[in-house]
């Protein structure tokens, strides 16, 4: 039996996208990763699957540890996805370099880059805007010694606003059947309740 062969990433990119995806490829190569361009080896094993895209929007909304979306394009100051720029390949490099440490296996490029594209449910298309909605606010929390956490799930967004590690409000925002949206207080005072409930909504209106 052949052994398959075996790389440290596999990228995937626009033809529009070459350009910069080449540069980055062969810094990589000269930082001593090794890289698949493409998946023309559907049965090579890789660490990670890198995919360059544009816009949020069109970041794999699955979320596998072994795929690293890369934005090329402009990205919310609250994103955390690797971006196109000078340390890009540092954040390669190091994350390869953590997969080895601890040991952690590779995987199909094949399998890997079809379950980057598999498609959400769309009925979570406007959970997921109002979660970007929530994360982009978070920053706002500070400047009132507050600090935000967001979590988005298929079907739910959790919200917590915490000071000093003391939870002010927690919220869960909840799809339920037929597109209808369920709003659940978890801690914290009730009286703005009514007042957040209306923004939410106006977010969801806005972004339907």
Do not use: W
């Not at 040991?103 to 769309?122: I, K, L, S, Y």
């Not at 994360?135 to 988005?152: D, H, I, N, V, W």
């Amino acid at each position: 039996m052949i052994e398959s062969a075996t790389y440290d990433i596999a990228v995937s990119f626009a033809e529009e996208q070459r350009a910069v995806v080449d540069e980055v490829v062969e810094a990589c190569r000269q930082r001593g990763l090794t890289v698949l361009e493409g998946n023309e080896l559907p049965e090579a094993q890789v660490r990670f699957f890198v995919p360059f895209v544009s816009t949020v929007d069109d970041v794999p909304p699955n979320n596998d540890d072994h795929v690293l979306p890369v934005l090329t394009g402009e990205a919310p100051e609250s994103s955390t996805y690797l971006r196109a720029d000078e340390g890009l390949v540092d954040a390669l490099v190091s994350r390869v370099e953590a997969a080895e440490t601890a040991g952690r296996d590779r995987v199909a490029v094949a399998d890997v880059a079809a379950t980057a594209t598999e498609q959400p449910p769309p009925a979570s298309t406007g959970l997921r805007a109002l979660a970007e909605q929530f994360a982009a606010a978070s920053p706002e929390l500070t400047k009132r010694g507050l600090a935000g956490t967001m979590q988005l799930g298929e079907s739910t967004i959790a919200v917590r606003v915490e000071r000093a590690g003391d939870t002010v409000y927690a919220l869960e925002v909840q799809r339920g059947a037929e597109e209808t949206v369920n709003f659940v207080v978890l801690g914290g005072s009730a009286e703005l309740f009514p007042t957040l409930c209306q923004r939410i909504e106006d977010m969801l209106t806005a972004t339907a």
